[in-house]
């Protein structure tokens, strides 16, 4: 099959996204809305097709050897220690985040990937299902990231600073690299640090695996839910594709983020 464009990526009759006058984006909306309202998260099932999902891995593979590297000891809200708080706070207990990422500027524009972070009828889709106008992050390295984890790499429990994070997971490691969150654990103005406390000291009240495979999209409500991926086991790399889009236009990240995250400044 020729995949001329990204609404060809997908199996049309399941993901009519350039449809949005069709019933079954209609339902699509609807059950995206719901999961999102019920769970924190709504995975959209085998979304690209299996060729593409290939080609992906390989056009991921094709620019592997440029990520940068990023290792961090951070709470869960990526805060300097505040010395102020009692030694067991929540706020000063740390987990280890390890792994690389390919920045949006080193993809190439017909990159699969690249094309559908591109393609407005996802965007749109997004909006309706979110509530909201959605614009596409103007930060020429952070608007598309792939994340890349190898053997013994992970991402520690945190918080999104951003209400809703839109990731394709690319590849699976052969065993760890599981994502996994507590559902709507942090509310809008207030924080449960009884139930942040016990989940950062090993208990696994409320805790949800997700049971993400190649070729899913998340839609992840990751500003209230906790979440961490497992450390990676095997050979095999885990590579996900995050989605970057703002609730309003030019959002960069600083100077200073963009340095720890890819070694380098790039502010377009």
């Known amino acids: 099959m020729i995949h001329r464009t990204p609404a060809d990526f997908l199996d049309r009759n399941t993901y009519p996204l350039a449809q ?10 609807n059950g995206c809305k719901k999961s999102l309202n019920e ?13 593409i999902l290939e080609r992906m891995v390989l056009e991921t593979e094709r620019i ?25 706070h929540p706020l000063r207990i740390r987990d280890d985040t390890s792994l690389n990422s390919i920045p949006y500027d080193l ?3 017909q990159d699969a990937l690249h094309q559908l972070y591109n393609w407005d009828p996802l965007m749109n889709f997004l ?16 608007a598309l990231t792939l994340n890349v984890m190898n053997e013994h790499q992970n991402h520690g429990w945190h918080y999104d600073e951003s ?4 990731t394709l997971l690319i590849q699976k490691p052969e065993a760890g690299g599981v994502f996994e969150c507590v559902p709507d654990l942090r509310k809008f103005d207030t924080d449960d640090y009884s139930k942040l406390g016990a989940i950062l000291n090993g208990s696994d009240e409320g805790l949800v695996p997700l049971n993400v495979e190649p070729g899913d999209l998340l839609i992840f409500a990751g500003f209230y839910s906790l979440h961490r991926v497992t450390p990676v086991v095997g050979k095999t790399t ?18 200073e983020v963009q340095q720890l995250f890819y070694g380098r400044v790039n502010q377009g």
């Open 127 to 142: 909006s309706i299902v979110l509530g909201h106008n959605l614009y596409r992050m103007a930060d020429p390295m952070a």
């Open 163 to 166: 209400q809703i994070t839109i």
């Open 238 to 255: 885990r590579y996900v594709g995050t989605l970057c889009y703002k609730d309003r236009p030019n959002v960069l990240n600083s100077p």
């Open 39 to 51: 769970t924190g998260a709504c995975i959209l099932k085998n979304f690209v097709h299996q060729s």
């Open 20 to 29: 949005p006058e069709s019933k079954t984006f209609t339902d699509l909306v």
């Open 64 to 88: 592997v050897d440029k990520s940068h590297y990023c290792k961090d000891n951070h709470n869960v809200f990526f805060e300097e220690d505040d010395i102020s708080l009692p030694k067991d």
């Open 107 to 109: 993809m190439d524009v």
